[in-house]
C-alpha cells in the first residue's frame, strides 16, 4: 500500500537531509507507527506519504514514495485526497469551517459524495469518535481534545483507503485516547484501513502496532521490524521497555497483559515503595469557591484549593473537565467569580505584566505566546515585559539545558524547544506559582525526563509547580500531588501514589503490571525480590 524507495529529502538552508536513503513498505491493513527522538524527520516521513512534503514545505526529494499505486512525485496532495486522510499536530490549524458537523461533511462535499451517503457517514462517524453530543458546537469553543476527536473524525468520514496521524492522542484524556485508538483499530481489522501514525506516548498504541519504523538519533534512514524487536535497540524507551531493562528482560512485553502474565510466571514480587517527605512551604495559591461559567456552560463549579511551594501538583479529568479553565483562572487571564489569590494578592484585577510575575502559565500550545521573528528578539523583548536586565531570559533558558541560536525563528523549533524558550520567557518574570497546560505534547521520553527534572528544581526554588496533563506516566514520575477534576469539580486530591495507582485510568503501567502493590515507574524495580 505505502512503498518508500531510497527517499531522501533536504529542506532549503538545512545543514543536513531531514531523510536519507529511507526504504520501507507498509502493507495494507497494517497500523505501522513511527517512533523517534524529537526532530528525526518523523513528521516529514508523514508529511511525504500525502504529497505534503515536499509540495508545500519544499526541498529537495530524491528516490519515490508510492501509495496505491501513485507517485508522490507527479500526485499532489488534491490528487491523493481520495486515498490518503491527513491530521495533523494542531487541530484548529486545520479547519475550515465552524461547527463539528460542518467540519466532518466538508471532506466528503469536496469529493462529490452524495448528499445521502454524506448524512449517513456523519452520523456514523459521530457515534464512532463519541462526540454526537457536540454536533452542534463551534469548533473555537471545543477543548484541544475535543478539536482533537473532531478532527479524526473529519478524516475518517471520507473513508480514505490510508490514513496518517501526527500525535493523534496527545491532547485526548486516556479513556478518550483509548476510545480513538480501538475505533481506528476496529477500523484497521475489519475494513483493512492502512494506518501510520507517529506518537509520543507509545504506552497507548504499541500493543496494537503491527509493525514499528524507527527514525534513530544520529542517522537520517530508517529501521522498520515488528515492535518486539525493534524496541530492544530502539533510542526511545517507553514505560514496558523501561520496565524491562529494570528486570533484565531481553524482550519488550508487547502489553501490561503479558508483562504481568511473565512477572507472575517468573514470581517477581516488588517490596512497596515509600516516598520520601515532601519539604512543603507556605501556600503560594489559593483558589476558594472559585467559579468559571462560559453561558451556561459551568466550566470550574466552586472550587477551593491551597497549592504550596516546593510541591509539583499534577492536575487530571477527561477532557472537558475544567482543567485549563482552573488555571486560566489563576492567571487571572479567564472572568471568574469566588477567591484568588496567590501569595495573597488576587491577579485578576492587576496588569498582565503584575499578574505574570505572581503567576505564569505555559499554555497548551507554547508556540501561542511567540510571535516575533527569531529566538533573540523573543528573550530581548522578556527582558524588557519583566524589567530585567539584559541577558536574564537568555541565562534561564540555558539552566533550562535549551541552547538555542539567537537568529533562530521560533517557527521552526521543535516542540521541546519551543517549550523551553516559552518556559525561559515566563520564568524571567521571576512568578511565585507556574503552571504548565499539556506541557509533554510533542516531547519523546527523554525530553519529559528533563522536564520533570526542569520542575524539581524551580521546586526546590520554593516555588509551587502545577501541571494539568492527560500523560499519567508523566505525572507518575514527575509529580507529588495529584487532583482530579470531573465536570468542574475536584473529586480526588491526595498523594500521585495513592491516587494514580488506585485508579484503572490513570495508572501508570508499572502499576498496573504489579497492582495491587503502588509502583509508580521502572526505576522503582531495581530492588526486586525473586
Known amino acids: 500500500m505505502i512503498r518508500f524507495d531510497d527517499v531522501s529529502l533536504t529542506y532549503a538552508g538545512a545543514s543536513g537531509p531531514a531523510l536519507a536513503g529511507v526504504t520501507f513498505t507498509i502493507e495494507e491493513g497494517d497500523l505501522a507507527v513511527v517512533v523517534g527522538r524529537t526532530g528525526t524527520g518523523k513528521s516529514t516521513l508523514l508529511g511525504a506519504i500525502n504529497g ?35 491530521v495533523g499536530q494542531d487541530p484548529l490549524a486545520g479547519f475550515v469551517t465552524d461547527t463539528v458537523e460542518d467540519e466532518i461533511a466538508y471532506g466528503m462535499e469536496q469529493l462529490g459524495t452524495a448528499p445521502a451517503a454524506m448524512r449517513k457517514r456523519v452520523e456514523e462517524t459521530l457515534d464512532l469518535m463519541g462526540i454526537a453530543d457536540l454536533r452542534a458546537r463551534p469548533l473555537a469553543d471545543l477543548s484541544g481534545g475535543q478539536q482533537q476527536r473532531v478532527a479524526i473524525a473529519a478524516v475518517l468520514a471520507a473513508q480514505p483507503r490510508v490514513v496518517v496521524l501526527d500525535e493523534p492522542t496527545s491532547a485526548l484524556d486516556p479513556t478518550a485516547a483509548q476510545d480513538v485508538l480501538s475505533a481506528i483499530t476496529t477500523l484497521v481489522h475489519e475494513v483493512g484501513l492502512t494506518v501510520v501514525l507517529a506518537e509520543h506516548r507509545l504506552e497507548r498504541v504499541l500493543h496494537q502496532a503491527d509493525t514499528l519504523v524507527w527514525l534513530p538519533s544520529g542517522r537520517r534512514d530508517a529501521i522498520v521490524g515488528p515492535p518486539a524487536e525493534i524496541l530492544l535497540d530502539c533510542d526511545v524507551r517507553p514505560p514496558l521497555a523501561q520496565l524491562a531493562t529494570a528486570l533484565g528482560w531481553h524482550a519488550v512485553p508487547a502489553s501490561v497483559r503479558d508483562a ?32 468559571v461559567a462560559y453561558g451556561s456552560t459551568v466550566a470550574v463549579n466552586s472550587v477551593s484549593l491551597d497549592l504550596h511551594g516546593g510541591e509539583v501538583t499534577c492536575l487530571m479529568g477527561r477532557n472537558g473537565a475544567g482543567k485549563s479553565s482552573l488555571l486560566w483562572a489563576m492567571q487571572g487571564a479567564t472572568a471568574s467569580t469566588g477567591g484568588v489569590e496567590i501569595d495573597g494578592t488576587d491577579p485578576r484585577p492587576l496588569s498582565a505584566a503584575r499578574a505574570r510575575a505572581l503567576v505564569s502559565l ?34 534561564l533558558l540555558s539552566r533550562l539545558g535549551a541552547d538555542l541560536p539567537v537568529d533562530a525563528d521560533p517557527r521552526d523549533l521543535s516542540e521541546g524547544q519551543r517549550l523551553g524558550l516559552v518556559l525561559a520567557i515566563q520564568l524571567a518574570a521571576g512568578p511565585g506559582v507556574l503552571a504548565l497546560d499539556e506541557p509533554t505534547r510533542g516531547l519523546d521520553y527523554a525530553m519529559k525526563d528533563r522536564l520533570a527534572q526542569i520542575l524539581a528544581d524551580l521546586a526546590a526554588q520554593g ?64 530492588t526486586v525480590a525473586p
Do not use: N
Open 52 to 86: 505534503h512534503v515536499p509540495h508545500f514545505t519544499g526541498g529537495v526529494m530524491a528516490g519515490e514514495v508510492t501509495v496505491a499505486g501513485r507517485s508522490t512525485r507527479t500526485h499532489r496532495p488534491r490528487d491523493l485526497a481520495d486515498v490518503v486522510g491527513w
Open 463 to 526: 516555588r509551587s509547580i502545577v501541571v494539568s496533563t492527560h500523560d499519567v506516566e508523566f505525572a507518575a514520575a514527575a509529580t507529588q500531588r495529584t487532583i482530579v477534576m470531573a465536570d468542574g469539580d475536584v473529586i480526588a486530591d491526595g498523594p500521585t501514589r495513592e491516587v494514580c495507582t488506585s485508579s484503572p485510568v490513570f495508572a501508570p503501567q508499572a502499576a498496573k503490571v504489579f497492582a495491587p502493590t503502588p509502583v509508580l515507574v521502572a526505576s522503582e524495580l531495581f
Open 260 to 291: 504481568r502474565r511473565r512477572a507472575q510466571r517468573e514470581r517477581i514480587t516488588v517490596t512497596a515503595p515509600t516516598d520520601a517527605p515532601i519539604s512543603r512551604g507556605p501556600v503560594r495559591a489559593r483558589v476558594s469557591d472559585l467559579r
Open 362 to 395: 505555559v499554555p497548551q500550545t507554547a508556540a501561542d505566546l511567540l510571535y516575533l521573528p527569531s529566538v533573540g528578539a523573543e528573550l530581548a523583548q522578556a527582558d524588557r515585559e519583566s524589567s530585567r536586565p539584559t541577558g536574564t531570559t537568555a541565562t
